[in-house]
T-cell receptor, first 115, second 112 residues
Framework: DTAVSQTPKYLVTQMGNDKSIKCEQNLGHDTMYWYKQDSKKFLKIMFSYNNKELIINETVPNRFSPKSPDKAHLNLHINSLELGDSAVYFC??????????????FGPGTRLTVL | GENVEQHPSTLSVQEGDSAVIKCTYSDSASNYFPWYKQELGKRPQLIIDIRSNVGEKKDQRIAVTLNKTAKHFSLHITETQPEDSAVYFCAAYNTNAGKSTFGDGTTLTVKP
Protein backbone atom coordinates (compact mmCIF):
# COMPACT_ATOMS: atom_id res chain seq x y z
CA ASP A 1 0.00 0.00 0.00
CA THR A 2 3.01 2.27 -0.51
CA ALA A 3 1.88 5.68 -1.79
CA VAL A 4 4.91 6.61 -3.91
CA SER A 5 7.43 3.92 -4.74
CA GLN A 6 10.71 4.01 -6.62
CA THR A 7 13.05 1.39 -7.98
CA PRO A 8 15.84 0.76 -7.53
CA LYS A 9 16.69 2.07 -4.07
CA TYR A 10 20.42 1.99 -4.79
CA LEU A 11 22.21 2.23 -8.10
CA VAL A 12 25.97 1.98 -8.48
CA THR A 13 27.35 2.27 -11.97
CA GLN A 14 30.33 3.32 -14.05
CA MET A 15 30.77 6.65 -15.81
CA GLY A 16 29.40 6.60 -19.32
CA ASN A 17 26.69 4.01 -18.64
CA ASP A 18 22.96 4.55 -19.19
CA LYS A 19 20.51 3.86 -16.37
CA SER A 20 16.83 4.24 -15.56
CA ILE A 21 14.86 4.89 -12.39
CA LYS A 22 11.17 4.07 -12.13
CA CYS A 23 8.46 5.68 -10.04
CA GLU A 24 4.85 4.77 -9.38
CA GLN A 25 2.17 6.42 -7.27
CA ASN A 26 -1.15 4.92 -6.21
CA LEU A 27 -2.63 8.12 -4.78
CA GLY A 28 -4.58 9.03 -7.90
CA HIS A 29 -2.57 12.25 -8.22
CA ASP A 30 -2.33 14.12 -11.49
CA THR A 31 1.13 15.62 -11.09
CA MET A 32 4.49 13.91 -10.67
CA TYR A 33 8.00 15.26 -10.20
CA TRP A 34 11.66 14.35 -10.22
CA TYR A 35 13.96 16.04 -7.71
CA LYS A 36 17.72 15.79 -7.29
CA GLN A 37 19.20 16.03 -3.80
CA ASP A 38 22.94 16.53 -3.81
CA SER A 39 25.50 15.96 -1.08
CA LYS A 40 24.68 19.36 0.45
CA LYS A 41 21.05 18.23 0.84
CA PHE A 42 19.70 20.87 -1.55
CA LEU A 43 16.43 19.68 -3.09
CA LYS A 44 16.18 20.82 -6.71
CA ILE A 45 13.27 20.19 -9.03
CA MET A 46 14.22 18.66 -12.36
CA PHE A 47 10.97 17.82 -14.13
CA SER A 48 7.25 17.83 -13.58
CA TYR A 49 4.49 16.05 -15.47
CA ASN A 50 0.80 16.76 -15.25
CA ASN A 51 -1.43 14.04 -16.68
CA LYS A 52 1.46 12.68 -18.78
CA GLU A 53 2.34 16.12 -20.13
CA LEU A 54 5.74 17.68 -19.38
CA ILE A 55 5.12 21.03 -17.70
CA ILE A 56 8.38 21.82 -15.94
CA ASN A 57 11.87 21.24 -17.28
CA GLU A 58 14.45 23.01 -15.15
CA THR A 59 17.60 23.46 -17.25
CA VAL A 60 18.58 19.86 -16.84
CA PRO A 61 21.16 18.41 -19.27
CA ASN A 62 19.48 16.61 -22.13
CA ARG A 63 21.20 13.42 -20.99
CA PHE A 64 18.24 13.22 -18.61
CA SER A 65 15.01 12.17 -20.24
CA PRO A 66 11.81 11.69 -18.27
CA LYS A 67 8.90 9.63 -19.54
CA SER A 68 5.39 9.31 -18.23
CA PRO A 69 3.51 6.39 -19.79
CA ASP A 70 0.44 7.21 -17.69
CA LYS A 71 -0.33 9.57 -14.84
CA ALA A 72 0.60 6.98 -12.20
CA HIS A 73 4.10 6.39 -13.54
CA LEU A 74 7.10 8.59 -14.16
CA ASN A 75 10.47 7.22 -15.21
CA LEU A 76 13.84 8.89 -15.52
CA HIS A 77 16.45 7.72 -18.00
CA ILE A 78 19.99 9.04 -17.77
CA ASN A 79 22.46 8.65 -20.62
CA SER A 80 26.24 8.82 -20.43
CA LEU A 81 26.37 9.09 -16.65
CA GLU A 82 28.88 11.51 -15.16
CA LEU A 83 30.44 11.73 -11.70
CA GLY A 84 28.37 14.83 -10.97
CA ASP A 85 25.17 12.87 -11.43
CA SER A 86 25.82 11.10 -8.13
CA ALA A 87 22.96 12.13 -5.85
CA VAL A 88 19.70 10.95 -4.38
CA TYR A 89 16.84 11.22 -6.85
CA PHE A 90 13.37 11.62 -5.39
CA CYS A 91 10.13 11.11 -7.21
CA UNK A 92 7.11 12.96 -5.83
CA UNK A 93 3.46 13.45 -6.64
CA UNK A 94 0.82 16.02 -5.80
CA UNK A 95 -2.93 16.07 -6.26
CA UNK A 96 -3.27 18.46 -9.16
CA UNK A 97 -1.58 21.39 -10.75
CA UNK A 98 -3.15 24.71 -9.94
CA UNK A 99 -5.22 23.22 -7.18
CA UNK A 100 -4.36 25.90 -4.65
CA UNK A 101 -2.11 23.65 -2.62
CA UNK A 102 0.78 21.51 -3.68
CA UNK A 103 1.49 19.06 -0.89
CA UNK A 104 4.16 16.78 -2.27
CA UNK A 105 4.34 13.10 -1.43
CA PHE A 106 7.86 11.84 -1.91
CA GLY A 107 9.10 8.41 -2.82
CA PRO A 108 11.86 6.75 -0.77
CA GLY A 109 14.59 8.01 -3.10
CA THR A 110 17.15 6.33 -5.34
CA ARG A 111 20.76 6.78 -4.31
CA LEU A 112 22.80 6.91 -7.51
CA THR A 113 26.57 6.53 -7.28
CA VAL A 114 28.63 7.00 -10.40
CA LEU A 115 32.18 5.61 -10.20
CA GLY B 1 10.77 33.17 -11.00
CA GLU B 2 10.33 32.50 -7.32
CA ASN B 3 13.32 32.61 -4.98
CA VAL B 4 13.12 31.15 -1.48
CA GLU B 5 15.80 31.86 1.10
CA GLN B 6 15.95 29.82 4.29
CA HIS B 7 17.87 30.60 7.49
CA PRO B 8 19.73 29.39 9.36
CA SER B 9 21.36 26.57 7.43
CA THR B 10 22.22 24.78 10.69
CA LEU B 11 20.64 25.11 14.12
CA SER B 12 21.64 23.39 17.33
CA VAL B 13 19.44 23.59 20.43
CA GLN B 14 19.24 21.92 23.80
CA GLU B 15 16.38 19.50 24.38
CA GLY B 16 13.37 21.39 25.66
CA ASP B 17 14.34 24.67 24.01
CA SER B 18 12.48 26.25 21.11
CA ALA B 19 13.71 26.34 17.51
CA VAL B 20 12.76 28.85 14.84
CA ILE B 21 13.50 28.57 11.14
CA LYS B 22 12.75 31.45 8.79
CA CYS B 23 12.07 31.64 5.07
CA THR B 24 11.56 34.57 2.74
CA TYR B 25 10.06 34.41 -0.73
CA SER B 26 10.13 36.83 -3.61
CA ASP B 27 6.95 36.26 -5.64
CA SER B 28 3.85 37.81 -4.09
CA ALA B 29 1.73 35.43 -6.20
CA SER B 30 2.91 32.46 -4.09
CA ASN B 31 -0.01 31.32 -2.00
CA TYR B 32 0.80 28.06 -0.25
CA PHE B 33 3.71 27.42 2.11
CA PRO B 34 4.45 23.88 3.29
CA TRP B 35 7.21 22.68 5.59
CA TYR B 36 8.85 19.30 5.14
CA LYS B 37 10.93 17.28 7.56
CA GLN B 38 13.58 14.90 6.26
CA GLU B 39 15.12 12.51 8.73
CA LEU B 40 18.50 11.01 7.95
CA GLY B 41 18.26 8.60 5.03
CA LYS B 42 14.51 9.11 4.66
CA ARG B 43 12.19 10.97 2.34
CA PRO B 44 10.94 14.53 2.99
CA GLN B 45 7.49 14.50 4.60
CA LEU B 46 5.02 17.29 5.16
CA ILE B 47 4.75 18.37 8.80
CA ILE B 48 2.68 21.54 8.52
CA ASP B 49 1.49 23.99 5.90
CA ILE B 50 -0.21 27.35 5.66
CA ARG B 51 -2.21 29.10 2.97
CA SER B 52 -1.81 32.75 2.15
CA ASN B 53 -5.17 33.71 3.67
CA VAL B 54 -4.06 32.54 7.13
CA GLY B 55 -1.55 34.19 9.45
CA GLU B 56 -0.76 31.34 11.81
CA LYS B 57 -1.36 27.64 12.18
CA LYS B 58 -0.52 25.31 15.06
CA ASP B 59 -0.26 21.57 15.42
CA GLN B 60 0.80 20.49 18.88
CA ARG B 61 4.45 21.54 19.29
CA ILE B 62 4.86 23.00 15.83
CA ALA B 63 3.48 26.22 14.42
CA VAL B 64 3.92 28.24 11.25
CA THR B 65 3.46 31.98 10.89
CA LEU B 66 3.10 33.91 7.65
CA ASN B 67 3.64 37.61 7.01
CA LYS B 68 2.42 38.24 3.46
CA THR B 69 3.40 41.90 3.47
CA ALA B 70 6.99 41.14 4.35
CA LYS B 71 6.93 37.90 2.34
CA HIS B 72 8.29 35.71 5.04
CA PHE B 73 7.12 32.69 6.98
CA SER B 74 8.57 30.81 9.91
CA LEU B 75 8.48 27.40 11.52
CA HIS B 76 8.40 27.29 15.31
CA ILE B 77 9.09 24.11 17.26
CA THR B 78 8.57 24.25 21.01
CA GLU B 79 9.84 21.83 23.66
CA THR B 80 12.23 20.25 21.18
CA GLN B 81 13.06 16.57 21.49
CA PRO B 82 15.97 14.56 20.04
CA GLU B 83 13.58 13.04 17.46
CA ASP B 84 13.05 16.54 16.06
CA SER B 85 16.64 16.35 14.74
CA ALA B 86 16.33 16.41 10.95
CA VAL B 87 16.63 18.63 7.89
CA TYR B 88 13.68 20.98 7.50
CA PHE B 89 12.69 22.46 4.15
CA CYS B 90 10.32 25.33 3.53
CA ALA B 91 8.65 25.78 0.16
CA ALA B 92 6.56 28.39 -1.62
CA TYR B 93 3.93 27.33 -4.15
CA ASN B 94 2.71 29.55 -6.95
CA THR B 95 -0.64 28.40 -8.35
CA ASN B 96 -0.10 30.22 -11.65
CA ALA B 97 3.30 28.68 -12.24
CA GLY B 98 2.12 25.33 -10.87
CA LYS B 99 5.41 24.86 -9.09
CA SER B 100 6.88 24.75 -5.59
CA THR B 101 10.25 26.32 -4.91
CA PHE B 102 12.15 24.86 -1.98
CA GLY B 103 14.50 26.57 0.43
CA ASP B 104 17.99 25.13 0.87
CA GLY B 105 17.11 23.36 4.12
CA THR B 106 17.99 23.75 7.80
CA THR B 107 19.76 20.99 9.68
CA LEU B 108 18.32 20.98 13.19
CA THR B 109 20.19 19.13 15.92
CA VAL B 110 18.54 18.71 19.31
CA LYS B 111 21.05 17.79 21.99
CA PRO B 112 19.78 15.62 24.83
Amino acid sequence: DTAVSQTPKYLVTQMGNDKSIKCEQNLGHDTMYWYKQDSKKFLKIMFSYNNKELIINETVPNRFSPKSPDKAHLNLHINSLELGDSAVYFCASSRQRGGGTDTQYFGPGTRLTVL
Amino acid sequence: GENVEQHPSTLSVQEGDSAVIKCTYSDSASNYFPWYKQELGKRPQLIIDIRSNVGEKKDQRIAVTLNKTAKHFSLHITETQPEDSAVYFCAAYNTNAGKSTFGDGTTLTVKP
